[in-house]
């Protein structure tokens, strides 16, 4: 099912593989997210594969993820294949097309076979959405396409993991069934020795062998999508950061950066009466920037928002979240939902979206922080641009981020740029400077690149997967030794 931690074993495997030798990719032939990443060709792809390229130690490249579905509606998506968006589609429609993106999956993945050792293959949700499966090419239609082993993940936290795992093998087709060749019991919470008698009733009712019962295991690393465990957080530290989550909330992995200190609190706050009386407001980035800025100003949360920038709050916009601070959001050609919109009004902005995309890796600097954050000027930052918007100042602006990628005025700040607080200089310099206006002490002794802190947890996972899981068994299913030679 879905976060039962495919994306997390799939990563860790991929750490593992990578130490012990193997030139090894991940690979899913198509994600549903909302948090994206732009390759340095100017494609576009799932952050969960980038994650999980990083965990093998190679770059991030589209042919990880060819298909990429970003919800813009309950009911239909931005469609991207190859790295680039073949525009929107409802569910139907897309239904009734995926098969001819089979050609683009099965040419990225050859791409990737022709020059690696082990591609990890990750799925998408459960093999045996019945409904569903017709024209799979995600599942086990895909590992009947790649003629591919797979290992069936179940989270136990959430209870009920002998209906996920026996229920699974039992609605699988005999040809399905044949090609699973292990289970894992993912998320396991206290002394896995009493599991043991579990271990023997999925063996003995699956008829196949138990890899392994992974621990709970408190590793912070990119999410995927929604289901997000972050967003349960709810308890505000002495200092606290809220992240507004509007209903299309993307690239919210721009944020993790702050959860590197046990004395910070980031929260995700989606009522005006869950939002408190926090240090950072932050608006993140968003697939859809006007019905989402129409959702917070009917809920009240709009106004708590300019409210809180009356009073001295450091407002900060990224992408959507920043097209939200500006005067006014106009969508001409249709590009998300149509007509136009009044912003918060706390930056002198304005915005129209257009049909084409912009994405980009940005490399510049700070070139103007007036406010609280002064103390941030010249700094320089790495990220990458996602957007469709082009965004002016209608009156003399200070320039935020340079090439007139963002604009600052007294203590509100909107950029473009995502991926902005992962240098340890920007991280702690915020941190620091906003601390001293609120007159709080707080400890940046922990904090480093984000990068730096992100290969930490990559091997903190790779170590506990090893110690749980029989990596002499996965190595002899895959007709491979435990170590390249």
């Known amino acids: 099912m879905s976060n039962a931690g495919k994306s997390v074993i799939a990563a860790g495997l991929c750490r593992i593989f990578s130490d012990d030798g193997y030139k090894t990719v991940p690979f899913k032939s198509q994600n549903m997210a909302l948090n994206s990443?732009?390759?340095?060709?100017?494609?576009?792809?799932?952050?969960?594969?980038?994650?999980?390229?990083e965990c093998a130690r190679t770059e991030a490249s589209v042919l990880m993820n060819p298909i990429l579905l970003k919800p813009t509606s309950d009911?239909?998506?931005?469609?991207?294949?190859?790295?680039?968006?073949?525009?929107?589609?409802?569910?139907?429609?897309?239904?009734?097309?995926?098969?001819n993106f089979v050609k683009d999956i099965m040419e990225a993945y050859d791409k990737l076979a022709a020059v690696n050792d082990i591609i990890v293959v990750e799925?998408?949700?459960?093999?045996?959405?019945?409904n569903l499966k017709k024209d799979d090419i995600i599942n086990m239609g895909l590992a009947k396409l790649l003629d591919a082993t797979v290992l069936l993940v179940g989270d136990i936290d959430r209870g009920g993991v002998f209906a996920q795992l026996l229920g699974t093998l039992d609605l699988l087709e005999e040809e399905e069934r044949k090609r699973v060749k292990g289970l894992i019991v993912n998320k396991f919470?206290?002394?896995?020795?009493?599991?043991?008698?579990?271990?023997?009733?999925?063996?003995?009712?699956?008829?196949?062998?138990?890899?392994?019962?992974?621990p709970y295991m408190q590793v912070k690393l990119d999410d995927e999508d929604s289901l997000s465990e972050r967003f349960a957080n709810r308890e505000a530290k002495a200092f606290d950061i809220a992240v507004i989550r509007p209903a299309h909330i993307s690239n919210y992995t721009d944020f993790d950066t702050f959860e590197q200190t046990e004395g910070i609190s980031l929260r995700y706050v989606s009522h005006p009466y869950e939002l408190g009386d926090p240090?950072?407001?932050?608006?993140?980035?968003?697939?859809?920037?006007?019905?989402?800025?129409?959702?917070?100003?009917?809920?009240?949360?709009?106004?708590?928002?300019?409210?809180?920038?009356?009073?001295?709050?450091?407002?900060?916009?990224?992408?959507?979240?920043?097209?939200?601070?500006?005067?006014?959001?106009?969508?001409?050609?249709?590009?998300?939902?149509g007509g136009s919109e009044e912003g918060l009004g706390l930056l002198p902005v304005d915005t129209v979206l257009e049909d084409e995309k912009i994405l980009t890796e940005y490399s510049g600097k700070i070139t103007g922080a007036g406010g609280v954050l002064e103390g941030i000027g010249n700094c320089s930052i790495e990220g990458y641009e996602i957007h469709t918007g082009s965004t002016r100042p209608y009156e003399e602006l200070c320039e935020f981020t340079s090439g007139g990628t963002g604009y600052?005025?007294?203590?509100?700040?909107?950029?473009?740029?995502?991926?902005?607080?992962?240098?340890?200089?920007?991280?702690?310099?915020?941190?620091?400077?906003v601390a001293r206006q609120r007159r709080k002490k707080i400890n940046t002794a922990s904090i480093s690149d984000y990068n730096i802190f992100k290969e930490r947890q990559y091997d903190i996972l790779a170590k506990g997967l090893r110690e749980s899981l029989d990596m002499d068994r996965i190595y002899e299913i895959m007709g491979l030794s435990n170590g390249k030679e």
């Open 408 to 433: 600052c005025r007294g203590n509100v700040y909107g950029t473009y740029i995502h991926g902005f607080f992962d240098k340890k200089e920007i991280c702690v310099s915020v941190l620091e400077s």
């Open 123 to 130: 799925g998408a949700g459960s093999p045996v959405e019945l």
């Open 37 to 53: 990443y732009v390759t340095k060709e100017g494609l576009e792809m799932g952050r969960a594969q980038v994650m999980q390229a």
């Open 75 to 99: 009911m239909g998506s931005q469609v991207i294949v190859n790295g680039r968006s073949v525009g929107n589609m409802k569910a139907m429609e897309y239904f009734r097309n995926k098969k």
């Open 189 to 214: 919470r206290g002394d896995s020795r009493l599991f043991e008698d579990g271990v023997k009733i999925l063996e003995e009712r699956g008829k196949t062998t138990v890899l392994g019962v992974v």
């Open 279 to 337: 240090d950072i407001i932050i608006l993140p980035g968003t697939k859809n920037t006007i019905d989402d800025l129409r959702k917070i100003k009917k809920d009240g949360m709009a106004e708590v928002i300019k409210n809180k920038a009356a009073s001295g709050t450091c407002i900060f916009g990224i992408c959507g979240g920043y097209q939200m601070l500006g005067r006014k959001i106009s969508d001409p050609y249709g590009t998300e939902s």
